[in-house]
């Protein structure tokens, strides 16, 4: 998916909030938040995909304030709150793929641009899915024999799980986390931290730490795995802004809350919808 007009003010937000966070010192605030504008002003392309700029607005701002995980304090907190919700939210729904599936999906209402109740608020709203492909999925996960689960919030971990031994019963499943800290994506720093990580299963990383996939500076192995792969379960808005620029072939199933109007607009569905589609 290509960047559409308003990413730009979504890009310009995503500066002052990095570099907000990344330093209390302000000069070095105001240095790193002026590289990353120029960053993204010079590329910023109708052409060009939104992830990419964002990767490198990252890059330069944990390099110049130091700070190479300026989202710690924000990806703990959204997993405080979303393992105090997980009991209660688990009771909602069915003991099946398809709700598995919800949960799932609920948990992607984390978002690092929004305040913890209104994450809170969202979650605890029933999800329905305008696009449900879930019958295909069911049908793609029992014919597999290996499956690519691409993590999205370090949050939505515990509300993967479920889902991931769900279909663990009929395929080998890979939990795909970033090499390093990139925004509030998972890494297996933050599985160990959650003690979580023996209950995965086998875990890699994409080997580029970025919001979604920047598939040309993606590690040797993971484009093995990816390539050799039946299914790619993919989570997440990132996710989808870059492996949609491959050709549809029924591979990747996206699972993700559609929180800007840009990926709604190319989704063809009605902002904040939810999606299980597969492509």
């Known amino acids: 998916m290509k960047i559409a007009p308003a990413c730009y003010e979504c890009l310009r937000g995503l500066i002052c909030q990095a570099a907000d966070i990344a330093t209390n010192d302000v000069p070095l605030r105001e240095k790193a938040s002026k590289e990353a504008t120029k960053i993204l002003d010079d590329e910023f392309s109708y052409n060009q995909l939104s992830i990419v700029i964002a990767t490198r607005i990252h890059h330069v701002i944990k390099e110049l304030t130091h700070n190479p995980d300026p989202y710690r304090t924000m990806k703990e907190n959204e997993m405080a709150i979303a393992q105090e ?50 019958e295909y999925l069911k049908m793609r996960i029992k014919k597999a024999s ?36 990139v925004q509030n994506d998972v890494t297996l720093t933050d599985i160990k931290k959650a003690g979580l990580e023996s209950k995965f299963g086998t875990i890699m990383d994409t080997g580029i730490a970025s919001p979604g996939i920047i598939f040309s500076l993606a590690s040797i192995q993971f484009k093995r795995e990816f390539a050799s792969a039946d299914l790619i379960f993919s989570k997440g808005m990132g996710h989808y802004e870059s492996l949609s620029e491959f050709p549809r072939d029924e591979k990747i199933f996206y699972c993700l809350k559609a929180k800007c ?19």
């Open 85 to 134: 919700l997980y009991p209660e939210l688990i009771t909602r729904y069915t003991d099946d793929l398809e709700g598995y599936l919800k949960l799932a999906a609920a948990a992607n209402a984390i978002d690092f641009f929004r305040a913890p109740e209104l994450i809170k608020s969202d979650m605890h709203k029933p999800v329905r899915f305008v696009i449900d492909d879930s």
């Open 146 to 181: 290996k499956i690519l689960y691409l993590a999205d919030n370090a949050g939505e971990i515990y509300f993967d799980l479920p889902l991931l031994k769900w279909m663990e019963q009929f395929a080998q499943v890979i939990y795909v986390v970033k090499p390093s800290a």
């Open 261 to 279: 109007q840009p990926v709604a607009k190319s989704l063809g569905v009605p902002l904040n919808s939810y999606v299980a589609m597969l492509w």
